[in-house]
């Protein structure tokens, strides 16, 4: 089963505008984290914003804002005022203990296009 | 800082040819990983490690092998290249995690283009 899931292949904002990008997540552990990476046609991984189980109020991050509802274990990015710049692929993900350590588990992402 | 390096940048190789991919960090991290990533998909963990001299194996580590030597260099090995090595491979790394020291976020490097032919 899918532990993280972005249901948007693909998405068109006009400048400006606030974009919203949506992930659902699957654990049973209470303790946990979600992350937002951003990769630019270039390809780094660039981290975005992260949210704690047990943070009690939204991340924000500058422009970058994380819809975190956790008895619907949904953790959406959004953006407000988009610029051209943000056109790239965006990654959930979710960290998760793995045999004593942790590791990030993504999902497939969403490309966000930015028309001017 | 340069944070997380990777080398090379590029590579093609022959089915059946060896390598080994490079990863550096000078933050002092703890933990480094290495993942894959496919086209259309996420990153998957191949290997990683918790210190030097310790590595354990990821999601999909079959075909690959790993070194942790120094604390702060993570070497990625393919002894026999296949066609479905073809990927993008990303080094990171991180702090170490304790308790409820939840936010913890992972540094990439640039990422390294591998062909197989």
């Known amino acids: 089963a899918q532990k993280i899931t972005q249901t948007q292949p693909g998405m068109f904002v006009q400048e400006k505008e606030a974009v919203t990008l949506d992930c659902t997540y699957d654990t049973s552990d209470q303790s946990y984290g979600l992350f937002w990476y951003k990769q630019p046609s270039s390809g780094e991984m660039i981290f975005l914003i992260y949210q704690g189980s047990y943070d009690e109020q939204n991340a924000t991050e500058g422009r970058y804002s994380l819809n975190f509802q956790k008895a619907r274990k949904s953790a959406n990015l959004v953006i407000s005022a988009s610029q051209l710049g943000d056109s790239a692929m965006y990654f959930c993900?979710?960290?998760?203990?793995?045999?004593?350590?942790?590791?990030?588990?993504f999902g497939q992402g969403t490309r966000l296009t930015i028309n001017p | 800082n340069a944070g997380v390096t990777q080398t090379p940048k590029f590579r093609v190789l022959k089915t059946g040819q060896s390598m080994t991919l490079l990863c550096a960090q000078d933050?002092?991290?703890?933990?480094m990983y290495w993942y894959r990533q496919d086209p259309g998909m996420g990153l998957r963990l191949i290997h990683y490690s918790v210190g030097e001299g310790t590595t354990a194996k990821g999601e999909v580590p079959d075909g690959y092998n790993v070194s942790r030597l120094k604390k702060q260099n993570f070497l990625l090995g393919l002894e026999s290249a296949a066609p479905s090595q073809t990927s993008v491979y990303f080094c990171?790394?991180?702090?170490?995690?304790?308790?409820?020291?939840?936010?913890?976020?992972?540094?990439f490097g640039p990422g390294t283009r591998l062909t197989v032919t």
């Open positions: 990171a790394s991180s702090y170490s995690t304790s308790g409820r020291s939840l936010s913890y976020e992972q540094y």
């Open positions: 933050m002092n991290h703890e933990y």
């Open positions: 993900a979710m960290r998760e203990e793995f045999q004593g350590a942790q590791k990030l588990v």
